[in-house]
Every structure is written in C-alpha cells, then in structure tokens.
C-alpha cells in the first residue's frame, strides 16, 4: 500500500504563505493521482485540489482556485500545495490523499496520511 506523510503546517497571517508536502513510500508514487483535503472541527472533510499520475491534469476546489497550486515530483516520490493569500477560513488540519485517478481522490479516496494543522490568524 501508499504511506503518505505530510508536512509544512503551521501559523501564518492572513495573506501570508505555506507549502505543505506529502512524502510518500515511494514505490509505485508515479502510479497514483495524489491530492489534498481539509478539515475543520464540525465540518466534513472538504476536498483542496488534485493532481493525476503524469502531472498534468489538476483539479481544485473553488474556494482555493487562484490561490493554492498542486504540484508533485515524481523523481523525489514527494507531493505539493503551495498556499498563497491565505485567509483565516483556510484554518484547517489538511490531509494528503492518494486513488487510482484524479475523479477518485476527489471523492473517495484510497490512501490518507495523518494531517498538518494550517492556522492563519486574521
């Protein structure tokens, strides 16, 4: 199976940056879409954005487009999601996640790591 661990979190302003990374086992990285949700307490888990095998296609939520670019490097078995502008109602833990296909990620997928809290403060 996929282990996924992620990475990056932490405390930033508002407008600020973070890059999380989601290192992976690394075996059969190439083969997986990987993605990215978050949560907040209260809340279900909210799908962020994904990125197929080949690092072409992408996908992300509306709430982030603009904002947060999903990137992976194969080479490195390690995947990314560079935040920027972020906004208080960004505040989340954030989980790296793996499936067979980007639609699978966005939905349901397979593989989670254990999370990294972002919190931006206003």
């Known amino acids: 199976q996929v282990q996924l661990v992620e990475s990056g979190g932490g405390l930033v302003q508002a407008g600020g940056s973070l890059r999380l990374s989601c290192a992976t086992s690394?075996?059969?990285?190439?083969?997986?879409?990987i993605g990215w949700f978050r949560q907040t307490p209260g809340k279900e888990r909210e799908f962020v954005a994904a990125i197929s095998w080949s690092g072409g296609p992408t996908r992300y939520a509306d709430s982030v487009k603009g904002r947060f670019t999903i990137s992976r490097d194969n080479a490195k078995n390690t995947m990314y999601l560079q935040m920027n502008s972020l906004k208080p109602e960004d505040t989340a833990v954030y989980y790296c996640?793996?499936?067979?296909?980007?639609?699978?990620?966005?939905?349901?997928?397979?593989?989670w790591g254990q999370g990294t809290q972002v919190s931006v403060s206003s």
């Open positions: 996640a793996a499936g067979q296909s980007i639609a699978q990620v966005a939905s349901k997928p397979r593989y």
């Open positions: 690394g075996r059969t990285f190439s083969a997986y879409a």
